[in-house]
């Protein structure tokens, strides 16, 4: 009976005797609902295959089962059959009890002469993130370089998302400077630092230094540019700024950057909080017709709605006494909109609003977001 229950490794479970094969089958196929008859049948096997304790500590795991598990890795300890794979579980398991004895798994790995692995690393390192402990990450990686643990994208990645859970920009920047490739996943996690710390010049300067490297952007690296933004307590300008360097870079916007956009715009929470009526009665129009113009962009682009835009289009439906979002025009369902500057052949200024995708031009403006103004040729 071979397996794949999709660890870290592209490795396959094996049991050689078939009976067992079924059990772990069973075990993988119905999952946490079927502990108790699960680890009753494992308890009456006399010689349990490697793969099959493997997979039982993986159920322990899901299933919250901190003695039981820790009962099976002793009897595996004994029996001198422990795999990396099978501490992988268990250091996510003991990292329910304390970060500090998911820690001593690794010693006590190299006690049964196991060499820890990456993916023991990054299951500690989960632990660390869930506890936002930014020391005991730096910690863990000193040691990784003295035992010298190959340096993955992943580990970094891993190592700098719970520095930059703690607001720390520089701290989380200074993991740049190693040996491993840097990719536009380790930029994010500076961003997510400046986000932590509104930090918003960093993070301006920081898209343009992972532009300068050749790391393009993606939605989270705006998303994160979007909140130091706000957390910044920056307006209108600077975050229609961010907005044309995205469209510049060609980044789509996803439901997840919609949302922290039009809280930006409303001054609301994005999470934890219930939105009522009376948290937009005080805002400005101009903000008002701002976060139109956003709903009628996501649903140009046909993005799926969230809780939080589900109920903002409510209010600003029902409050603003706003004709319904999904009616509007093509004209106003554009989300390429441009104000046009120039002057006539007698010198006096002029503007017209002009719509990329559709060509249209028309002098009024066309009452959803204009992403740029330009001087007319």
Partial sequence: ???????????????????????????????????DAMFEAYGNINNPDPALATAVLSLAEKCGKVKEAFDVYAELRRRK?????????????????????????????????????????LALLEIYKKEKDAEGARILWQEMLKDSVPQTEVLLCSVMSVVAKSGDVAGTEAFLLTDCPIITAHF?????????????????????????????????????????????????????????DMQ??????????????????????????????????????????????????????????????RRVKELLEADLDAEPLSAASPEASSVDWVKVTGKDDVGSSIEYFWDRRSGLTQWHHPGCQVNETVAAA
Avoid at 189 to 214: F, K, P, T, Y
Avoid at 215 to 244: F, M, Q, T, W
Wanted: with cysteine; proline share 5%.
């Fill in 188 to 244: 994010n996690c500076c961003l997510d630092a400046c986000h932590v710390a509104g930090d918003a010049d960093s993070a301006l300067r920081i898209l343009q230094e992972m532009q300068a490297a050749n790391c393009k952007p993606d939605v989270i690296s705006y998303n994160s540019a979007l909140g130091a933004l706000d957390r910044a307590g920056k307006g209108k300008e600077e975050r229609d700024r961010l907005l044309e």
């Fill in 248 to 309: 510049r870079n060609e980044v789509k916007p996803n439901e997840l950057f919609v949302e922290r956009h039009i809280a930006c715009v409303l001054r609301i929470p994005q999470q934890g909080v219930e939105l009522r009526p009376e948290m937009l009665q005080t805002l400005p129009q101009e903000a008002m017709e701002e976060a139109k113009g956003i709903l009628r962009q996501m649903e140009h682009l046909k993005l799926r709605n969230t809780k939080l835009l």
């Fill in 1 to 35: 009976m071979v397996m794949d229950i999709g660890d870290e490794k592209p490795e396959r479970l094996r049991c050689r005797d078939e009976e067992q094969g079924k059990l772990m089958e069973e075990i993988f196929a119905k999952g946490r609902y079927n502990w």
């Fill in 81 to 121: 059959e422990l795999t990396a794979r099978m501490c992988s579980h268990m250091i996510r398991i003991a990292g329910r009890v304390h970060s500090a004895m998911a820690h001593a798994m690794l010693s006590d790995m190299r006690v049964c002469q196991l060499d820890p692995t990456p993916p023991n690393y």
